[in-house]
């Protein structure tokens, strides 16, 4: 059973930072790209920000500059850094990750959720 399970959300208030992590566990045998997507109120699911197993990085125009993503491959675990948080940003912030579960098979998992709420 594969578990990714998020932590760091919170309320924080306009300007403030927050970092998110994703620790991924279970039975796999790679982990492939991984990412962060959100949700905010009444919206669609959007891509934030992902991060290839080699590293290159790839983030939506709304949060460049602002956060950065990384992966510690060694911890399975995924990381959003977010800085000059603005209310906009407010939503549920899902990790995502693509995971070889065979020597033919991917699949892709997601966590539960954490909300960030920022407050103006």
Do not use: H
């Amino acid at each position: 059973q594969v578990q990714l399970v998020e932590s760091g959300g919170g309320l924080v208030q306009a300007g403030g930072s927050l970092r998110l992590s994703c620790v991924v566990s279970g039975r796999f045998l790679s982990i492939n790209s991984m990412g962060w997507y959100r949700q905010g109120p009444g919206k669609q699911r959007e891509l934030v920000a992902a991060i290839t197993g080699g590293g290159s990085t790839n983030y939506a125009d709304f949060v460049k500059g602002r956060f950065t993503i990384s992966r510690d491959n060694a911890k399975n675990t995924v990381y959003l850094q977010m800085n000059s948080l603005k209310p906009e940003d407010t939503a549920v912030y899902y990790c995502n990750a693509v995971l070889q579960s065979s020597v033919w098979s991917w699949n892709n998992y997601w966590g539960q959720g954490t909300q960030v709420t920022v407050s103006s």
